[in-house]
């Protein structure tokens, strides 16, 4: 059963990848999975929570591979920084991650997350970025007395302004991003009078 599974989770992976969620259908991927549209039905519910696992597992991969090139000793800024531009670099050279800045593919995986997982969780996106914000609180290299989950939705705050670079101008990119870094990191590191 398990590896049926993974043969329509592989086989959609490879049509998302190849054809962008919009113009992949369900009957696509059970063709190429060898299965019948209904037998897609036991696994997964819908196309959205399909793609949905699908992006997870792209995006915590992506993550992992960030976290394990940079050398998390630095100091935050230059470390945020960095993070920051290979999180973009990444998001858009995935062809499964780039869906994040389709507004209607992404309004749809969001919806389907808040649903399952509560409507103040976008965790799925950085969560795994919180140990090191944790660990720089601990060490008191930035601020204790906010909440962590604070300061992750300041840090996805930051992340989420590329998906709207168009509204804000093109042509501030990527130097908006890198103040805003910037203004959050030294409003972490201040401490309050």
Not at 9 to 26: A, H, R, V
Request: charged content about 35%; glycine content about 6%; proline content about 3%.
């Amino acid at each position: 059963m398990e590896d049926k599974k993974r043969e329509i989770f592989d086989c959609g992976k490879e049509l998302f990848s190849t054809n962008g969620f919009k113009d992949t259908n369900i009957s696509d991927i059970t063709k190429k999975a060898g299965i019948a549209v209904g037998t897609f039905y036991n696994y997964y519910p819908s196309k959205e929570k399909l793609f949905l696992e699908i992006f997870l597992e792209e995006n915590v991969k992506l993550k992992r591979r960030l976290m394990d090139s940079l050398d998390l000793k630095d100091e935050p800024l230059p470390l945020l920084k960095k993070l920051l531009a290979l999180n973009i670099e990444g998001m858009y050279s995935d062809p499964i991650l780039s869906q994040w800045y389709n507004k209607d593919v992404f309004g749809k995986l969001e919806r389907l997350y808040r649903e399952e997982n509560g409507i103040d969780k976008v965790d799925f996106l950085y969560g795994s970025f919180t140990e090191l914000f944790r660990r720089w609180q601990e060490e008191g290299t930035i601020r204790s007395d906010l909440d962590l989950d604070l300061i992750m939705a300041l840090f996805t705050a930051i992340v989420t302004v590329d998906t709207h670079k168009e509204e804000i101008g093109v042509h501030h990119f990527p130097q908006l991003l890198d103040y805003l870094a910037e203004f959050v990191i030294k409003g972490l590191t201040d401490r309050p009078e």
